[in-house]
C-alpha cells in the first residue's frame, strides 16, 4: 500500500490524530512573533485546512495540497463556513509542481517527516525551494526521535535527519523541541525548524 493510500483509508476510517479542528500553536507564534508578513503561502500536506484557514483570515494568498480528496473536500468546506478565500489542490507533492509559485512562505505539519529515506526527505527539502522565491522562509514541524514513546505516534526524526535533508537549500534560523498541537493530553513532541531559502537554491 502507498503511503497515498494509507493515508486516504485513515481519512475514510476517521483514524486522523493529527487533524485537531484547530491551527497549530508553532504555526501562529512563528508568524505572529517573527512576524512573517502576508504573503503567497504554500500549506503542503494541507489536510482538511485549519492551517491554511488560519493563513488566509490573516492576510496571506494561501494554496494548500494534500493527496487526500476527502481531506480536501472538508477543508473546503471548512473554509466556505469561515468565509476564507484558499485554493487546495489535490496533489503529490514530491512527484508535482504545484501552481502559482513561486510562493513568500511555505509551511508543512508532519508531511516532511513521513518520508523514511533520507533521499526523499532530500527531494521534498529541494521541492520546496523551487516552490519559494529568493529568500522564501519555510516552517516545518517534525516528530521530534528524542521522545521515548510508548504506544502509536508521528514519524519520529532526529536533528540530524532535517540538517541532512535541508542544508543543500536552506540556511536554518530556528531548529527547536516543541510539542505539536493536539488533541491529546500528552501531545507529542516535535521539532519547530524555521529556515530560509539560500541564493541560487
Request: hydrophobic share 35%; net charge negative.
Amino acid at each position: 500500500m502507498t503511503m497515498e493510500d494509507r493515508f486516504k483509508e485513515r481519512y475514510k476510517s476517521g483514524d486522523t490524530p493529527w487533524d485537531i479542528g484547530q491551527p497549530d500553536f508553532n504555526l501562529l507564534e512563528v508568524v505572529t512573533k517573527k512576524p512573517i508578513l502576508s504573503c503567497k503561502a504554500l500549506d503542503i500536506g494541507c489536510g482538511t485546512g485549519d492551517n491554511s484557514i488560519w493563513l488566509a483570515l490573516n492576510g496571506f494568498q494561501v494554496t494548500g495540497t494534500d493527496t487526500s480528496a476527502i481531506a480536501l473536500e472538508k477543508a473546503n468546506e471548512k473554509a466556505s463556513e469561515a468565509g476564507a478565500k484558499c485554493e487546495f489542490i489535490l496533489a503529490d507533492f514530491l512527484e508535482s509542481e504545484i501552481e502559482g509559485a513561486p510562493f513568500r512562505f511555505a509551511f508543512d505539519r508532519g508531511c516532511f517527516h513521513v518520508f523514511s529515506s533520507e533521499n526523499d526527505r532530500r527531494r521534498f527539502a529541494r521541492n520546496v525551494a523551487a516552490h519559494l522565491g529568493e529568500t522564501g522562509l519555510w516552517l516545518t514541524l517534525v516528530g521530534n526521535a528524542d521522545e521515548d514513546r510508548k504506544g502509536p505516534g508521528p514519524p519520529q526524526r532526529t536533528a540530524a535527519d532535517i540538517v541532512l535533508a535541508v542544508e543543500p537549500y536552506f540556511e536554518i534560523l530556528v531548529l527547536k523541541s516543541t510539542h505539536f498541537g493536539s488533541n491529546r493530553p500528552n501531545p507529542p513532541r516535535a521539532w519547530r525548524c524555521l529556515m530560509q531559502k539560500r541564493q541560487g537554491a
